[in-house]
């Protein structure tokens, strides 16, 4: 589609998506780009709504809508069938409609697999009485034949039917991937729910910055290739479910810029840009984002949160005279990337705390972009956010003071008060440990287990390192938390050999174990990171070697579900 405005000097164009199902959906939103890309896999009918807007005066010129009605393939309206799509190692499998008020989903093997490897199955659909249904399957190694059928449910998940088995044979990537090596071969031990490595790179080349996914093995399943406007820090920050993920994008001015959710296709689903979600923070009142960085999170209630950078000038706080601070900003944006709450760190974290290692930014790769002067005090540099279930409160991860702390969200109706802080100096006494370093420092990717008693994070151990040279390792670390007597129990410390001074991921697994991810597993500049499955006790009982720094990596059940321990 190309949209076509008045003609004004700085217009932006948007695009929506309106049917009888989900109503209206912003699907690219007020970009400087005429021409969208955009194909549903589902047959209907189809509005598009073209908008364009005076980005000075923020005044919206133009508006037309057109109606498109998506037919389904032929065959499809009888007979299931399976055809090839754009991705090498994703087939769309089509099927007759089925009665409204149950749902379909799509089961998938390989009849040659390894032992070890379980049949797979795409996240469910409801079914609409004369309406055909249609997946993307993704999850299956390269160059291999599958069988796949569909399977029909109740509103009780009673089986009402099955398809017949269907064949597909996948192709080999168009790109070269990193390698998977698995250090440690499956065990009983090792939990086989979750059968899936989602892997995260960061590099300079497009292998390296390609997100991937491997099965327990090292085999490859899935990739998927960003847009055209891929450069150096694009990021995928994590899977949304139903085959989706959230990536940041750059553009030719700075990091950051473009928030992007994709389908297993690696086509956009939904876009924002850093402009349009300051156009309504300024509407709102609220400071101005330099980018968008290091996470953005689907919550249970169907919300994204964000995490941006902001600026301030503060005068005799972090040092002498005027000093340029980067604080961060959590941006919470509704299904149709409308803001509805926001958290600023300069109002609810104490300003004269400076950052634990006196870190600083200028416009370099790893910093956010440096808007008011030429250096600026890095002061929180902010990793993960995270849903704490118990108390729909949101807990967020400040790299820079070795912190984790929880503040007061109630789905959006909170004021973002601090509850507590957790860490060095903060409102807790550790127990569990006699190590002269207990806590963590400079941590990456605090996420909550079945319950939001019990938290595992990453512990890179910056701070530990810098004060004790022989303390050069990190650490899987998993946390019980009393928060009626504000006591941290330190149940899980798994001291690994290799260093990672960045990135770094941990995740709660079904079986009880732990994922920590080394994201550089020796010092910054290695290519080379280190997924490990722990247990309770600190026993390493599973390894993967990968040829690629990675931001983070999951443990997924299958390309469509999101880890259990998340409490989507």
Not at 71 to 95: E, G, L, W
Not at 286 to 303: F, K
Request: with cysteine; hydrophobic share 40%.
């Amino acid at each position: 589609f190309t949209v076509t405005g008045d003609g004004a000097q700085d217009e932006r164009y948007r695009l929506i998506v309106q049917t009888a199902a989900t109503g209206k959906r912003a699907i690219f939103d007020f970009r400087t780009d005429a021409a969208f890309e955009w194909t549903p896999v589902d047959e209907g009918l189809y509005y598009i709504i073209a908008q364009a807007m005076d980005a000075s005066t923020a005044t919206i010129t133009s508006t037309t809508a057109i109606g498109y009605a998506m037919q389904p393939i032929p065959a499809s309206t009888t007979q299931p069938v399976v055809s090839s799509t754009s991705h090498p190692m994703v087939a769309r499998y089509s099927a007759p409609a089925c009665p409204t008020g149950s749902r379909m989903q799509v089961t998938f093997v390989a009849p040659s697999a390894p032992a070890g490897i379980t049949p797979s199955k795409t996240h469910f659909k409801d079914c609409r009485s004369g309406s055909t249904m249609n997946f993307y399957v993704g999850g299956m190694r390269e160059n291999t034949n599958y069988v796949l059928r569909h399977r029909i449910v109740d509103a009780n998940d009673n089986l009402l039917g099955v398809g017949p088995y269907l064949s597909f044979q996948t192709g080999s990537p168009a790109i070269a991937l990193p390698a998977a090596t698995v250090l440690d071969p499956i065990d009983p031990g090792t939990s086989n729910t979750e059968k899936l490595v989602l892997v995260s790179p960061v590099g300079s080349s497009v292998m390296l910055r390609t997100p991937f996914a491997v099965d327990l093995l090292g085999a490859p399943v899935w990739y998927a290739e960003i847009e055209a406007n891929q450069t150096v820090g694009s990021i995928m920050t994590r899977p949304t479910g139903e085959g989706r993920f959230i990536v940041l994008l750059n553009t030719t001015e700075a990091v950051g810029q473009v928030m992007q959710e994709i389908d297993l296709l690696g086509n956009p689903v939904r876009e924002i840009h850093v402009e349009r979600i300051n156009q309504m923070l300024a509407a709102r009142g609220d400071d101005l984002i330099n980018n968008i960085h290091h996470d953005a999170r689907l919550l249970p209630d169907g919300n994204t949160a964000i995490i941006g950078t902001n600026e301030r000038i503060l005068t005799d706080v972090q040092g002498p005279g005027d000093v340029d601070v980067q604080s961060d900003m959590i941006v919470v944006l509704n299904p149709n990337h409308e803001v509805i709450w926001t958290w600023n760190g300069f109002d609810h974290i104490d300003n004269s705390r400076v950052a634990i290692l006196d870190e600083k930014c200028t416009n370099r790769p790893g910093c956010s972009p440096v808007l008011l002067a030429e250096v600026a005090n890095d002061w929180m540099h902010s990793n993960a956010v995270a849903y704490s279930a118990d108390d729909n409160n949101l807990i967020l991860s400040i790299r820079h003071q070795d912190w984790i702390i929880k503040m007061d969200y109630q789905n959006g109706r909170g004021t973002g008060d601090v509850i507590w802080r957790l860490g060095p100096d903060g409102d807790f006494t550790i127990a569990g440990s006699t190590d002269p370093f207990p806590w963590f420092s400079h941590i990456h990717d605090p996420n909550f287990g079945l319950t939001s008693d019990i938290l595992a994070v990453y512990d890179n151990g910056n701070t530990r390192c810098h004060l004790d040279p022989n303390s050069c390792y990190s650490r899987g670390q998993v946390y019980q938390l009393d928060e009626t007597n504000m006591v941290a129990t330190l149940i899980t410390d798994t001291q690994f050999t290799e260093y990672s001074g960045g990135f770094g991921s941990a995740q709660l697994l079904v079986n009880g174990d732990f994922h920590f991810n080394s994201g550089i597993a020796a010092d910054f500049g290695v290519p080379e990171s280190l997924s490990h499955e722990t247990q309770p006790d600190g026993t390493i009982v599973q390894t993967m070697q990968l040829a690629t720094m990675a931001y983070r990596t999951h443990r997924m059940v299958d390309l469509y579900a999101l880890p259990p321990s998340w409490g989507n």
